[in-house]
């Protein structure tokens, strides 16, 4: 599977326009980490369609060396944070969210580690023919926790649209593992998450109904 700057863009756009229509839908306080989703990967995507130009010698190196670090630190510091908390936020059920909570303090953890490690180690990006490789001091152990964190909070929650946007997650996952060499995997799969996420605009605006309900019957009642 082959990607480029234009592929980045688009997503980037289509992204953009999403958290455009989710921000204009009636969101509670408990979900607006959640609602952050679709700008953060707007701004990821639009992040690596500049390294796309810089790979291909459009733009210099000093956009490079902005945005490889803001692209990782989104890809490997903020997601196994976020989610879990995004998720956590938006849990109704206890048992549930302690299952949640678990991830936040595993997240919490990757999230640290890969921090230390993009300040100790340089961070480069490289193009193969149809993908980018970031160079970032990741240790395999990481790796499994990393997938927990990021995938098992929406898969617990109970919220049955989260709980299918958790399963694409998951088998999007799968798909850039068998798609995507172990160096391009990290880029593969966050434009496939990326993606996803525009889906998260059907979740708010499904649980934008009742409002909607609640307060057309409030007014009735008014009259």
């Given at each position: 599977?082959?990607?480029?700057?234009?592929?980045s863009?688009?997503?980037?756009?289509?992204?953009?326009?999403?958290?455009?229509?989710?921000v204009r839908l009636p969101?509670?306080?408990?979900?607006?980490?959640?609602?952050?989703?679709?700008?953060?990967?707007?701004?990821?995507?639009?992040?690596?369609?500049?390294?796309w130009?810089?790979?291909?010698?459009?733009?210099p190196?000093?956009?490079?060396?902005?945005?490889?670090?803001?692209?990782?630190?989104?890809?490997?510091?903020?997601?196994?944070?976020?989610?879990?908390?995004a998720?956590?936020?938006?849990?109704p059920?206890?048992r549930?969210?302690?299952?949640?909570?678990?991830?936040?303090?595993?997240?919490l953890?990757?999230?640290?580690?890969l921090a230390?490690?993009?300040?100790?180690?340089?961070?480069?990006?490289?193009?193969?023919?149809?993908?980018?490789?970031?160079?970032?001091?990741?240790?395999d152990?990481?790796?499994?926790?990393?997938?927990?964190?990021v995938?098992?909070?929406?898969?617990?929650?109970?919220?049955?649209?989260?709980?299918?946007?958790?399963?694409?997650?998951?088998?999007?996952?799968?798909?850039?593992?068998?798609?995507?060499?172990?160096?391009?995997?990290?880029?593969?799969?966050?434009?496939?998450?990326?993606?996803?996420?525009?889906?998260?605009?059907?979740?708010?605006?499904?649980a934008?109904?009742?409002?909607?309900?609640?307060?057309?019957?409030?007014?009735?009642?008014?009259?």
């Amino acid at each position: 599977m082959c990607f480029s700057a234009e592929a980045s863009f688009a997503a980037s756009g289509v992204l953009a326009a999403t958290s455009v229509a989710v921000v204009r839908l009636p969101i509670d306080r408990h979900s607006r980490p959640l609602s952050l989703f679709p700008a953060i990967f707007a701004a990821h995507q639009f992040i690596e369609g500049v390294l796309w130009l810089n790979q291909d010698g459009v733009l210099p190196d000093t956009f490079k060396a902005v945005a490889v670090p803001a692209y990782a630190l989104i890809a490997y510091v903020l997601w196994p944070v976020l989610v879990p908390f995004a998720a956590y936020m938006t849990e109704p059920e206890h048992r549930r969210r302690l299952i949640i909570l678990v991830c936040q303090v595993i997240g919490l953890g990757v999230g640290l580690s890969l921090a230390l490690g993009l300040l100790q180690g340089p961070v480069d990006v490289s193009a193969t023919c149809c993908s980018l490789v970031y160079h970032v001091n990741a240790p395999d152990l990481l790796l499994a926790p990393y997938l927990v964190a990021v995938s098992i909070p929406f898969l617990a929650s109970s919220r049955r649209s989260l709980m299918l946007f958790g399963v694409g997650i998951t088998v999007s996952c799968a798909v850039a593992a068998f798609t995507a060499s172990a160096a391009t995997f990290p880029s593969v799969w966050c434009f496939f998450a990326a993606i996803l996420s525009a889906g998260l605009y059907l979740h708010f605006r499904m649980a934008a109904r009742p409002s909607a309900s609640m307060l057309t019957s409030m007014r009735a009642l008014h009259c």
